[in-house]
């Protein structure tokens, strides 16, 4: 099978039931958001040091995971590929686990008492943009029509607010300091 099939170069491509769509089709620029984000989070993952931990390496790999599942569910407005494909599934048990590392990743930082800025280590400012990525993600999920499962939008919500803290983490592991505004 080549890498190339050239159904795209009119400037279309198909959805998973097959309906063909153009490429700037609201529902497709979303889930290239979600791909984006993965590939931050691959960047971050290239970029983390030792100091972070297996931990954090492992949750980045996890979610890596789930964001193709949940590009894949918005690839599947008529939601016919879940019942096929359970590895293609968001549901509540993923939303419980990322908050289990929000407190447990959070529970090791000092209190947030002001707003930060993005930066510190490469891999936490890098963080910090999969983290408004992610926004940007859920935002554009929130406009959809057929609206998306609210389970989704669980789901992006929470995993911006772990990607926070993660960078919060990163920096303070690697010992650098926050920048207060």
Not at 85 to 97: G, H, M, Q, T, Y
Request: net charge negative.
């Amino acid at each position: 099978m080549k890498l190339y099939t050239r159904t795209g170069d009119s400037g279309e491509t198909s959805y998973f039931d097959g309906t063909r769509v153009r490429k700037d089709d609201p529902r497709l620029d979303t889930y290239g958001d979600v791909d984006e984000l993965n590939a931050w989070l691959g960047l971050v993952r290239a970029n983390i040091s030792h100091v972070a931990g297996a931990p954090i390496d492992e949750a980045l790999v996890r979610i890596q995971q789930d964001l193709f599942a949940l590009g894949a569910q918005l690839a599947d407005p008529r939601e016919k590929l879940a019942a096929r494909v359970s590895k293609a599934v968001i549901a509540d048990p993923d939303i419980l686990r990322l908050e289990a590392l929000i407190d447990g990743f959070d529970a090791e930082l000092p209190p947030l008492r002001h707003f930060i800025l993005a930066g510190g280590t490469p891999a936490g400012a890098a963080l910090h943009v999969a983290r408004t990525v992610c926004r940007r993600a859920e935002r554009r999920m929130v406009a959809l029509a057929p609206p998306v499962d609210p389970v989704l939008l669980r789901y992006v919500n929470r995993l911006s607010d772990l990607l926070f803290v993660i960078a919060r983490l990163v920096n303070h592991r690697s010992g650098v300091a926050e920048t207060e505004w």
